[in-house]
């Protein structure tokens, strides 16, 4: 079965700090790995896509990484901000179909 | 631009009501998907389509039926509402198989409510 994995589940750190967000998937057949931003109440907005052939992809202070042979990516986010605090998905494409993790809840304290 | 809309935002529904949720977009996409998403569990694929007159399921499709009669629209039925069906409903859409356009773009949600 297909699973993407986050890890960890909820984060809380200060204002300023660097910080990375964890993704893990059970099959490396993908086609591309997305990383969203999820506020409350709304929905969700993609942040980054890698192709299955890239190795990673940069926005701003936000940098994603894949690594299909171990079957991780991670997102960076630098220098991080009250304004980052949201819930931030992992969501892994094969064929049609994209499964998504459960999301790493990220508290940025100012 | 408008993107993806979905109407309602919310909805309160009796078991065995039946009922449709809206989805339209304004960007020519050729894939379109409805999710649930449910605390914890992340977002559950329920039907796709890959364009107009082609639909198939996802993870989870079992209560729920889709059409795709134009590129814009892709309504989710529910034929006859269970409580296990109380959720937040997402649509998406994508120009599919175009590189970095193949992005998700997500509307704002419907959270049902089945009682």
């Known amino acids: 079965k297909q699973e993407v994995t986050q890890i960890p589940a909820a984060l809380s750190v200060p204002e300023g700090e660097n910080l990375v967000l964890n993704c893990s998937f059970t099959?490396?057949?993908?086609?591309?790995l997305q990383w969203f931003r999820q506020d409350p109440g709304k929905g969700l907005t993609s942040l980054l896509l890698i192709q299955s052939s890239q190795r990673e992809q940069t926005s701003g202070r936000l940098n994603a990484s894949l690594d299909k042979s171990s079957g991780r990516s991670t997102l960076y986010i630098a220098a991080s901000q009250p304004g980052d605090s949201a819930t931030y998905l992992c969501a892994v494409e094969y064929g049609n179909k994209l499964v998504f993790g459960a999301g790493t809840i990220l508290r940025v304290k100012s | 631009n408008a993107g993806v809309t979905q109407t309602p935002k919310f909805q309160v529904l009796k078991t065995g009501q039946s009922m449709t949720l809206q989805c339209a977009q304004d960007m020519n996409h050729e894939y379109m998907s409805w999710y649930r998403q449910d605390p914890g569990m992340g977002l559950r694929l329920i039907h796709y389509s890959v364009g107009a007159g082609i639909t198939d399921q996802g993870e989870v499709p079992n209560g729920y039926n889709v059409s795709r009669s134009t590129t814009e629209d892709f309504p989710l039925r529910l034929l006859s509402a269970a409580p296990s069906q109380t959720s937040v409903y997402f649509c998406?859409?994508?120009?599919?198989?175009?590189?970095?356009?193949?992005?998700?773009?997500f509307g704002s949600g419907t959270q049902l409510s089945v009682l």
């Open positions: 099959d490396s057949a993908i086609y591309n």
């Open positions: 998406a859409s994508s120009q599919y198989g175009q590189g970095d356009n193949e992005k998700l773009f």
